[in-house]
Each structure stands twice: as C-alpha cells, then as structure tokens.
C-alpha cells in the first residue's frame, strides 16, 4: 500500500528563513522599523513578495524573528555568578546589544519575548532571583520589573542619540545658564549648569544601575530574615 503523501513545507525552495532574517535586519539598520515592508524586502532578496509569506505569516512574526536574531547576540551569565554579577551581566549586554541597532528598543517593548534567545534570556533574569531565595510569582515580576528598567533607560538613550536631539540634562544646563539672576528662583539648580552638561548617559545607566541592585540586595536580605524567623517560630 503506497504511503500517504506528505504534507507541504511552507519553506519555498531557493529562500530560507535566515536570508530573510538577515535582509531585514539589514533594512532595520537603514530605515528603522518603519521601514520593512514586504515589498523592499522581496525587492532586496530578489523574489516576490507573495514568496516571503513561505515562511513568515505576518510582519509581527519577522519582527518578531528579528528581535530574537538581535539578542541572539547577547552573552548570558553563568549561573554560577553572584546575584548581582548576573544581573549586572546582563543590564550591559542589554544595553551593549540594543544601542547597537536602530529601533532595536522599540522592537523589544512592542513585541512580546518570544524566539528562543528572547525567551533563555528571560530565564536567565528569572532564574537569578529564583536561584536567591525569590519565590516564582515574586521573580518573575522582579525580573519583568528589572527588564522594563533596562529597557526605559536604554530607549532614552538612543531617543537622545539622534542628532537633532540634545540631552535633557544638557538642554537644562544651558537653559540655566542663559536666565542669569533668575536662576536664583531655581536654589537646588542654580549652580548645577555645569555639571547637568557632564552627565553622561552610560554613567547615568550605571548610576541607576546600582541603585537598583542595592535595593534588590535589600529586598534578599529582607526575605533571609523572615525565613529565619520562621524557622526560630518553628
């Protein structure tokens, strides 16, 4: 009796879904999100547009395979690292992979964690507080919390990165500087013109950085004294 005939492959033959990963990767570093349309993409790789939806369904799901491709080129830390070199660890090679690509910021707060690098790497954040004494409801919304951080600090960065835009603190400092005596209405900023110039970004990220940290390193603390005093009660 002859064997059923397979079912069809949507991979089109002569294109594979890394090509077209790739191309729109490569449209995204030229003319942002906004830019990757079917038709420049079919018009880059050669083909059809109709040949493209062999293997993606949607644009949400080639972005979606583009931001997963982009933090594949993140490093996750070992698991044998301290709580904070983890999450240290991973807020810098956000931050490093990220600035690195137009739009990259926005892809990630649009699109859910999907893709396996997207989805290890949430484990990675979730498994660092689980691995210190975190229960999992409580991990998972440290680790969401930790991740929309990140993601907020890293954004504004980029936004003040354009050319047009200058810093927030800079634009301050040089709006103080022009009002003069009227400065003296702004006491705790008045002196500060300087000083609001020399903020730079990355030292800003690392600033909030650890003061986010030592605030979890609290919150680990907390929870050791209320398992030991359970454990006293008990």
């Known amino acids: 009796m002859p064997r059923a005939a397979s079912p069809p492959s949507r991979r089109r033959p002569g294109l594979e879904q890394d090509q077209l990963v790739a191309a729109a990767l490569e449209l995204l570093q030229a003319q942002g999100v906004d830019g990757i349309s079917t038709r420049q993409l079919a018009e880059r790789l050669g083909v059809k547009s109709p040949a493209l939806y062999w293997h993606v369904r949607n644009k949400d799901e080639l972005l979606g395979l583009v931001a997963d491709a ?30 690195g690509y137009r ?28 691995d210190n004494g975190f229960a999992l409801p409580e991990a998972i919304a440290m680790a969401t919390f930790y991740r929309n951080y990140l993601l907020g600090m890293i ?21 103080l500087a022009h009002l003069g005596e009227a400065a003296g209405s702004y006491p705790n900023l008045r002196d500060a013109a300087g000083l609001l110039a020399q903020i730079e970004p990355k030292a800003l990220f690392g600033l909030g950085l650890k003061v986010l940290l030592d605030g979890m390193a609290c919150r680990i603390d907390e929870l050791r004294r209320l398992v030991a005093a359970e454990g006293h009660l008990e």
């Open 155 to 175: 954004s504004e960065e980029c936004r003040q990165s354009q050319p047009a835009r200058a810093r927030p603190t800079v634009a301050l400092g040089i709006e």
């Open 70 to 99: 982009i933090c594949a080129n993140m490093a996750l830390p070992s698991s044998e690292l301290s709580f904070r070199a983890r999450l240290e660890n991973i807020a810098w090679e956000y931050r490093r992979v990220l600035i």
């Open 103 to 130: 739009d990259a910021t926005r892809l990630f707060a649009e699109l859910p964690p999907t893709g396996p690098h997207r989805i290890a790497l949430y484990e990675a954040a979730v498994g660092a507080f689980r």
